[in-house]
């Protein structure tokens, strides 16, 4: 559906986006992540015609963006970070206007608009001034008329920016739902509401490319070996002790160490090369072997946020 080819977007000299090449499936939503001045607003920019590229290509649905822009622009339903609107006018004139200017026939209009301001909430506001709205009603205006001509793909900059938790629960689970049906490209700083939603993510760093996959992909590309958290009731050392003498090259560190009166145990982190299965029964032979109790063992994968923090410091 979006289809990008060595994208690049220049601002004098300086680079914004530079050959940047990706690909997003219909039916698919992409997460694109970056940090301050990554060059994510300026891709979403350029892919919604709003910016021309300096060079390379992208196509929307097999349309090239400098080929036809009007029939792109029909296609996408785009949320700027900021939702842009009239404040002097109603909920209900503004997605009127909206609806107008996507040329959407009067007949389908009032449905179009009752049902989009259902799947946003927005039913107890429609009458009301857009500049007596919270900043959490005015994003949700702004999300009902990107949505509002029912496009193809939906281009979202920070969606759930100045909502509260429950409507971006709300939100969350209504761009799971879109994605079933739709194409969907969407940039957060939350990277909990990533993982949350998105099929595949890309991360930008400096306007350049640095990874592309799922979460957990990009999880087990940077995560050096196995990582293992273990709860032990007993002797902390002795156990160490006895797991060196089983993997000579495991790596530990001591979490947690209760007080004499704790009826918790000592919480361990074991690192090793190998697999996670391996680490694990040697874990539970060492305390076996030692004495101890193991109260709670469980996996450790890397996170998006160690993902992120990662790939972008090291750009």
Known sequence: MIHSEALSRYYGNVPAVRDLSFHVKRGEVMGLLGPNGAGKSTTMKMLTCYLPPSSGTA?????????DSVTIRRKIGY??????????????SYLQFTGRMHRIPDATLKDRMTETGR????????HRRISE??????QRVGLAAAMLHDPECLILDEPTTGLDPNQ???????????????????SSHVLSEVEAVCDRVMIIDKGQLVELGTASELASRIQDGSRVEVVIKGDARALLK?????LP??????LDVPGPDAADGSRIM?????????????AFHAAVECGSTILEMRREQASLEDVFRRLTRAC
């Open 59 to 67: 196509t929307i649905d097999g349309i090239p963006l400098d080929d």
């Open 79 to 92: 949320l700027p970070e900021n939702a842009p609107s009239y404040s002097d006018m109603h909920v209900t």
């Open 119 to 126: 799947i946003c909430g927005l039913p107890s506001v429609m």
């Open 133 to 138: 709205l919270s900043k959490g009603f005015k």
């Open 168 to 186: 971006i629960l709300e939100i969350r689970q209504l761009i799971r739902e879109l994605g079933k049906k739709k194409t969907v490209l969407l």
């Open 242 to 246: 006895a797991l060196e003498g089983q």
């Open 249 to 254: 090259d495991v790596k530990s560190e001591v």
């Open 270 to 282: 074991l690192r090793h090369t190998d697999g996670g299965t391996v680490l694990a029964e040697a």
